[in-house]
Each structure stands twice: as structure tokens, then as C-alpha cells.
């Protein structure tokens, strides 16, 4: 069965990059999550969308956009990156109303130098 | 708000033992999800059980069980005859209409299994 793309799963970037990370949800998931999850932490909720408009919106600095495409696929971008972004950024879709499934994508690794 | 606490960082357990993770949950949601996930050191996130909120029944799958006391907002996971593979993090998350359907994690536990 498809499961969550996310690409790429490794990159880095030095202070003051950006960078951009790509999530493809599994086929007929009406909704994408993006979390951020730091070394030996917990997953933290960044921001999701439900049917290609923005839903709801967590921890997400305000260098950080996201959005969901008419393919449903979505982006994160991160702008000025910091040492403190460097963490595992993971993407998840589900149906949002229904879905007793939240599958989440491998990850994103993103280390920032 | 919601809130979810385990409460042990981390545990040990020999091969073909069971074992209980826990987790306490705190929600003014009146329907709601509780979710386990596995995450090894490689870092990916992987779904294991789901409980919904008025199910009558404990949820299983395969070796996984979920132990939902509603009254006393637990739902614990055990894992029946672990195998060394069973190594890895282990995730509760809750989800309901107050949180916007997003999953709020626990910090979770380390599970090692032993041989």
C-alpha cells in the first residue's frame, strides 16, 4: 500500500539558508501534519491542512510557511534556518473526520551548520 | 487543553516477557483518539494501535494491546512476548476536536528488550 513521501530524507543547510521540504500524502488522506521533533524529544505539532487550506497551526516560528497543493501534496519551507532547527521534521496524513490512522511519512532530517 | 503523560522514560524487559507502557491522558474532549506509535533509532514513525474514545472494546493488534481504563484516562500499551526487535521508543499521542485533530504526543518511553 502507498504510504507518506517525504523528500528529501537528509539535508543540510548552514545559518541563514532555506530550505524546503516536500511531503506527498497517502492517496485520498484529506489531511497533512507537519512536526518537528529536536534530539530526544517529543513530535511537535507545526501546522496541517484539511482539503489544501490551512487548518490549524502549532509551534510554527514565523520563518516557516507552509502549504498543501492541488495534487494535495504539501511543502514546508524554512527561511533565516537556525542551529535550533536542526531536528527530524516529519509529515502525516489522514482522513481527518473519520481516520482512526495517522500514518506518518519517514522524515525529513534537516541539520543545519 | 490536552495532556499526556508516561511517566516512565524508560524500561527494560527479556525476550518473550510481556510488558505494560503508560500512559494517562487529560482532555476536555468528549469524543476522542489515543494513539501508540514505535519509533526506533532510525527515526520513523510507525503506527501501532489506535483506541477510540467511546470504544466498548480494548483495541489489538497482533502482539499489541491497548488497556483503556476511560475512568481513570489510561491507556496503556502492552506488547505480549517481546522480541529484541521491540527496541525502540514508544510514543502515546491523543487526538480530538480541541487540539484540531492534530496528535499531541507523551515524551515517551524507552523500551530495551533484552535477550
Known amino acids: 500500500a502507498a504510504g507518506v513521501i517525504q523528500s528529501p530524507r537528509h539535508l543540510i543547510k548552514e545559518k541563514r539558508e532555506t530550505a524546503t521540504l516536500k511531503c506527498y500524502p497517502i492517496?485520498?488522506?484529506?489531511?497533512v501534519y507537519w512536526y518537528q521533533q529536536g534530539p530526544g524529544q517529543d513530535p511537535q505539532f507545526l501546522i496541517s491542512?484539511?482539503?489544501?487550506?490551512?487548518?490549524d497551526k502549532g509551534s510554527i516560528p514565523d520563518r516557516f510557511s507552509a502549504q498543501q497543493f492541488s495534487d494535495y501534496h504539501s511543502e514546508l519551507n524554512m527561511s533565516s534556518l537556525e542551529l535550533g532547527d536542526s531536528a527530524l521534521y516529519f509529515c502525516?496524513?489522514?482522513?481527518?473526520?473519520?481516520?482512526?490512522?495517522?500514518?506518518f511519512g519517514e522524515g525529513s532530517w534537516l541539520t543545519v551548520v | 487543553a490536552q495532556k499526556i503523560t508516561q511517566t516512565q522514560p524508560g524500561m527494560f524487559v527479556q525476550e518473550k516477557e510481556a510488558v505494560t507502557l503508560d500512559c494517562t491522558y487529560d482532555?476536555?474532549?468528549?469524543?476522542?483518539?489515543l494513539f501508540w506509535y514505535k519509533q526506533p533509532s532510525s527515526g520513523e514513525m510507525i503506527f501501532l494501535i489506535y483506541?477510540?474514545?467511546?470504544?466498548?472494546q480494548n483495541a489489538t493488534e497482533g502482539r499489541y494491546s491497548l488497556n483503556f481504563q476511560k475512568a481513570r484516562k489510561s491507556a496503556n500499551l502492552v506488547i505480549s512476548a517481546s522480541q529484541l526487535g521491540d527496541s525502540a521508543m514508544y510514543f502515546c499521542?491523543?487526538?480530538?476536536?480541541?487540539?484540531?485533530?492534530?496528535?499531541?504526543f507523551g515524551k515517551g518511553t524507552s523500551l530495551l528488550v533484552t535477550p
Open positions: 502525516a496524513s489522514t482522513v481527518k473526520f473519520s481516520g482512526n490512522t495517522i500514518y
Open positions: 482532555t476536555s474532549d468528549q469524543s476522542y483518539g
Open positions: 492517496p485520498r488522506h484529506d489531511t
Open positions: 499521542a491523543m487526538r480530538g476536536s480541541n487540539s484540531g485533530y492534530a496528535l499531541n
Open positions: 483506541q477510540g474514545s467511546y470504544d466498548e
Open positions: 491542512f484539511y482539503e489544501k487550506m490551512q487548518s
